[in-house]
Nanobody
């Protein structure tokens, strides 16, 4: 079994920065595609950012491009999301996602990720 643990959620002022972390544990493999999604009440999970299996390709949602940065940690199966110039519309529960199936492209849909964290809430105040 694989577990994902996110950390770093909290309250941030608009225009500020915040960093989320995610680490996988359990029966993991050396490489994985990892990504971040977010969800607000009444809506489905929205792709935010992701990287392919070897981390060589990265993709961002248009709504966060230029403001958010996804990066892979030195420890395998870890991922970070650096969020800058935060806006109230960025308020959501953020989920870390992981899949071990080899992929050249960056997975951007919920169905492409097998493992999910519990989510961490980020609230951006105006």
């Amino acid at each position: 079994q694989v577990q994902l643990a996110e950390s770093g959620g909290g309250l941030v002022q608009a225009g500020g920065s915040h960093r989320l972390s995610c680490a996988a544990s359990g029966r993991t493999f050396s490489t994985s595609a990892m990504g971040w999604f977010r969800q607000t009440p009444g809506k489905g999970r929205e792709f935010v950012a992701g990287s392919n299996t070897n981390g060589g390709r990265i993709s961002y949602a248009d709504s966060v491009k230029g403001r958010f940065t996804i990066s892979r940690g030195n420890v395998r199966n870890t991922v970070y999301l650096e969020m800058n110039s935060l806006k109230p519309v960025d308020t959501a529960v953020y989920y870390c996602a992981l899949d071990f199936r080899p992929t050249h492209e960056v997975p951007t849909t919920v169905e492409e990720y097998r493992y999910w964290g519990q989510g961490t809430r980020v609230t951006v105040s105006s």
